[in-house]
């Protein structure tokens, strides 16, 4: 019964911040690494940002310096603080975890900037 919820999508404009949220459930993820992705219309889902439990982190050259992964592991909860925020980074913003066998996705939360 694992479950991911994604929240704090909305419409901003460029130069605006946001904070997104993935409360996970169903087991305890401080130990899994936790993944931010996005899917813009007309283009592949891409990874963002990766956590590691012990909270390294790792992000696409495209949102460095602007975006920030951090993870709240008491309340089984990741966050997605994006500031400095540009048109192109419109898109559908997914929560991702792979547990074996799989990986498991949040519904998605839209992300709209304003030019």
């Known amino acids: 019964q694992v479950q991911l919820v994604e929240s704090g999508g909305g419409l901003v404009q460029a130069g605006g911040s946001l904070r997104l949220s993935c409360a996970a459930s169903?087991?305890?993820?401080?130990?899994?690494?936790m993944n931010w992705y996005r899917q813009a219309p007309g283009k592949q889902r891409e990874l963002v940002a990766t956590?590691?439990?012990?909270?390294?982190?790792v992000y696409a050259d495209s949102v460095k310096g602007r975006f920030t992964i951090s993870r709240d592991n008491a309340k089984n909860t990741v966050y997605l603080q994006m500031s400095s925020l540009k048109p192109e980074d419109t898109a559908v913003y997914y929560c991702?975890?792979?547990?074996?066998?799989?990986?498991?996705w949040g519904q998605g939360t839209q992300v709209t900037v304003s030019s």
């Open positions: 991702n975890v792979f547990i074996t066998p799989r990986p498991y």
């Open positions: 169903g087991r305890d993820f401080s130990f899994n690494v």
């Open positions: 956590i590691t439990g012990g909270g390294s982190t």
